[in-house]
C-alpha cells in the first residue's frame, strides 16, 4: 500500500493563477481532508468529505475549491493563487473510527 | 470552541535528557486526545493517543495521560534520543465517523549528541 499521496511535492505559482492539487489514497478510506499548515498555526481544516461525491467546508474554506468524484481521489483547486495561500498543504484520510492518516504535504509558494 | 494550547518551542535537550512537553485544552464533551509528529519533509504520523480520562497512551517510549481534572495532557519520554529530533503537535478530536480535530501550533525538538 503507498497510503496517502500528494502531487505535486512543490509548485510556485504566479498570483493569479490556477492550479489542482492531487490527494490520493488506496486503503479504501471513506473519510477524507485537505489542510494548510503555516508556522505558528497548527493545521487548519480546508474542506473535507464523508464519501464519493460528498464535500464540506472546513474552517478555512474560502479561495478553494474541492471535487471527490472518485473515492480514492480528493481534489484541492485555486482558480486564482494569491500570496495568502502560501503554504504547505497536507491531505488525510481514514475509515470508520480510526485515526486520520497524513500524505507527505505538498509546499506551494504564490509570488 | 475547542482549541489546543502547547508549549512554545523550540525545545533543545541533550541526549538521553528527560522530556516534557506541555498540552492544555478546552473543549466541549469528551474528547479524544493525540499527539501527532512531524519529521522534517514528512506528514503527520499517529504518536500516541487516549480517548477517556485518565487513560494513558504509550508509544516508542513515549507517554501522555488524560486528565480531565486539568484539562491536559502532556507528552514525556525519560530518555530522548537523536532520531526524536522532530515537531510534535498536540491535538483534540471528537469521536465518531467525520472527526473534526483541533491542532495545537506544534512544538520543534531539537535532541543533540
Known amino acids: 500500500n503507498a497510503g496517502v499521496t500528494q502531487t505535486p511535492k512543490f509548485r510556485v505559482l504566479k498570483t493569479g493563477q490556477s492550479m489542482t492539487l492531487l490527494c490520493a489514497q488506496d486503503m479504501n478510506h471513506e473519510y477524507m481532508y485537505w489542510y494548510r499548515q503555516d508556522p505558528g498555526m497548527g493545521l487548519r481544516l480546508i474542506h473535507y468529505?464523508?464519501?464519493?461525491?460528498?464535500?464540506a467546508k472546513g474552517e478555512v474554506p474560502d479561495g478553494y475549491n474541492v471535487s471527490r468524484l472518485k473515492k480514492q481521489n480528493f481534489l484541492l483547486g485555486l482558480e486564482s493563487a494569491a500570496p495568502s495561500q502560501t503554504s504547505v498543504y497536507f491531505c488525510?484520510?481514514?475509515?470508520?473510527?480510526?485515526?486520520?492518516?497524513f500524505g507527505p504535504g505538498t509546499r506551494l509558494l504564490v509570488l | 470552541g475547542d482549541s489546543v494550547t502547547q508549549m512554545e518551542g523550540p525545545v533543545t535537550l541533550s541526549e538521553e535528557a528527560f522530556l516534557t512537553i506541555n498540552c492544555t485544552y478546552t473543549?466541549?464533551?469528551?474528547?479524544?486526545l493525540f499527539w501527532y509528529v512531524q519529521y522534517p519533509g514528512e506528514g503527520l504520523q499517529l504518536l500516541l493517543k487516549?480517548?477517556?480520562?485518565?487513560d494513558k497512551g504509550s508509544n516508542k517510549g513515549f507517554e501522555a495521560t488524560y486528565r480531565k481534572e486539568t484539562t491536559s495532557f502532556h507528552l514525556e519520554k525519560g530518555s530522548v534520543q537523536v532520531s526524536d529530533s522532530a515537531v510534535y503537535f498536540c491535538a483534540l478530536g471528537n469521536s465518531g465517523g467525520y472527526q473534526k480535530v483541533t491542532f495545537g501550533t506544534g512544538t520543534k525538538l531539537q535532541v543533540i549528541p
Open positions: 473543549a466541549t464533551g469528551y474528547p479524544s
Open positions: 488525510a484520510s481514514k475509515r470508520g473510527e480510526e485515526t486520520q492518516y
Open positions: 468529505s464523508v464519501g464519493e461525491g460528498t464535500t
Open positions: 487516549a480517548t477517556k480520562a485518565d
